[in-house]
């Protein structure tokens, strides 16, 4: 039983357990802005190399209602075909493949009600616009921000042409590009100023659903500059060839600056594991980051896909899609969290893997490594928060009985039952209103559970990349299984962030990212896409949907 000092004192258990955590307004922008808050002397060299720290700027315009941006880059032209530097020249056009790159975009997109389109002005851009813009009525905007970044002297040059002209100048461009100077100009820095400028004029278009179609350089610019990322990101965030890209925007306090979710990143016509290069390097390392399936829920669960339960029928379903998706690929290890329907979709991609080069009458099945990482088991830890929520209800209920009732009126032990299933009601219907995985969901928890899944991922972060570094293996594909939660936190960690930016990325079950590493497990990690559902089929997530009505949005 709880018991109680006094009728006319409330300490809501959770206050005790955890520190409610509030909606905080910090302005995250780019190391392109002018005035840098001072951050402490503690952090290391290391850790201020590769991240953004919080910079001070003009915010995000605000917006009245939640909208959605889907960007999306040009298909393939004749000089990506050629390899030759394009920058903000108009000389190139689509290729065949390219005009078929943006069909299959447009059929990506058929369905979605998009208010506006934007597009370069640079004709790959414009027309993999208007074939993805189709038969819509509203004319395509324009803006000359979105063209591709200016490289002034690089442009119209062959790869090797721009190495022998420009040497030293040409290394930087590959190796250090945000502080690449070209003929007066730091074009990358120029990149990000534009990118901020293009974000004004979007957000304050009055659609709710917004299509943007650019480039490479100009897309991860967007994208960066979204979620608060500096010009040190460049090259980071990959934009492939009819990529699409989707970043939430929900109405910040008082008319401040929105909250920003990067819904995911490069969903692309093409297998995003398909032997290809990262960075324009090609690589031989890669983790493939894949949430489990939907697994069944309780109706005490706050969170979906959390406790220890199987999957469902659907989780089922996705689980056996990621399989097939990863058939061509050679997987040497899958290490997933030791929660059940982690491991069940860990197994039906092991049988799948062990399977794929057994189909000749000689062949024999290959075996795959199986492990279990206790690190990636982070659904515990919401149920501290879970369970604190539940004790609370059941205290606030045992205090208005208290209150009105003499005590001595009732049995202990009947008193603790009732009030604990009329708590547990009273979740369930909380549970309801937060079942879905929206945007920005981890930024609803206290702050020492965010603290302790980015922790506790931190950990499995190192542990990954120890796997990955094995000498005897050239190519190393790692798979690792767990918590959509796990998996922000572990992208975080690649990018070098910090527990703030948790809520500024999402997953879904069954989804898979992909992180490249062209330079090895102790170089910075590439992400080549985020939250990718096309392989679901039917199953999948849509890429973006209609805001016809505000609460399904």
């Known amino acids: 039983m709880l018991a109680v000092s006094s009728p006319s004192v409330f300490v809501p258990i959770s206050d005790r357990l ?76 689509l290729t065949p493949k390219g005009e078929s790159q943006a069909e299959t975009a447009r059929q990506m997109l058929i369905d979605d009600n998009f208010d506006v389109c934007f597009s370069s002005p640079l004709s790959r851009s414009k027309r993999t616009a208007e074939i993805i813009w189709g038969t819509r009525k509203e004319e395509i905007v324009t803006e000359f921000d979105l063209r591709e970044i200016d490289l002034y002297s690089f442009q119209g040059l062959l790869k090797h042409e721009g190495k022998a002209k420009f040497g030293a100048a040409y290394r930087q461009w590959q190796v250090d590009a945000a502080n690449f100077n070209i003929d007066g100009h730091y074009p990358v820095r120029e990149l990000w100023a534009r990118a901020q400028s293009s974000w004004t004029k979007i957000l304050t278009h009055e659609g709710k659903s917004v299509l943007v179609v650019a480039h490479n350089a100009v897309n991860q610019a967007l994208v960066a500059t979204a979620i608060g990322l500096g010009t040190e990101y460049f090259r980071m965030l990959l934009q492939s060839n009819c990529g699409v890209s989707v970043l939430d925007f929900t109405p910040g306090p008082e008319g401040g600056s929105p909250y920003i979710c990067l819904n995911r990143l490069n969903q692309t016509p093409s297998s ?55 058939l061509d690929l050679k997987v040497n290890c899958i290490i997933s969290s030791p929660k059940t329907a982690s491991v069940e979709t860990a197994v039906a991609i092991s049988k799948v893997q062990e399977a794929a080069d057994c189909l000749g009458a000689d062949c024999v099945p290959r075996y795959v490594d199986m492990k279990h990482l206790q690190d990636l088991d982070v659904e515990n830890i919401f149920q501290l928060s879970q369970k604190a929520r539940i004790l609370d209800l059941a205290f606030i209920c045992f205090q208005i009985k208290m209150k009105f009732e003499p005590f001595e009126a009732f049995n202990d032990t009947l008193l603790h039952q009732l009030e604990l299933t009329e708590s547990l009601e009273m979740a369930e219907q ?124």
Not at 41 to 68: G, M, Q, T
Not at 282 to 300: A, D
């Open 18 to 93: 955890f520190k409610r955590r509030k909606p905080v307004v910090i302005v995250v922008r780019s190391s392109s802005s002018v005035q840098e808050i001072e951050i402490s002397s503690s952090s290391s060299s290391s850790e201020r190399d590769l991240s953004s720290e919080l910079f001070a700027s003009a915010p995000f315009p605000s917006i009245k209602e939640a909208k959605r941006v889907a960007l999306v880059r040009h298909g393939q032209s004749t000089w990506n075909a050629e390899g030759r530097i394009q920058g903000s020249s108009n000389h190139s056009v």
């Open 272 to 326: 995003p594991v398909a032997v290809s290069s990262s960075s324009g390097r090609k690589t031989s390392k890669r983790i493939i980051l894949v949430c489990h399936g939907s697994s069944q829920m309780n109706r005490e669960d706050k969170i979906p896909c959390s406790g220890d339960k199987p999957m469902n029928m659907l989780g089922v379903i996705q689980s056996q899609k990621t399989a097939e998706l990863l």
């Open 430 to 553: 909380d549970a309801a209103i937060v079942s879905q995985l929206h945007p920005g969901w981890l930024n609803e928890f206290e702050d020492e559970i965010t603290t302790a899944v980015w922790d506790q991922s931190g950990n499995a972060w190192n542990s990954l990349l120890n796997e990955l570094i094995d000498d005897s293996e050239p190519h190393n594909i790692l798979v690792a299984v767990g918590h959509p939660a796990a998996h922000i936190a572990l992208m975080g960690h690649c990018l070098n962030l910090r527990r703030e930016w948790m809520g500024s990325f999402h997953l879904d079950a069954g989804s898979i990212s992909v992180i490249d590493f062209p330079d090895g497990p102790t170089g910075r990690g590439v992400i080549r896409c985020i939250n990718y559902t096309a392989h679901l089929g039917r199953w999948s997530i849509p890429i973006t949907r209609s805001t016809q009505d505000d609460e399904d949005f």
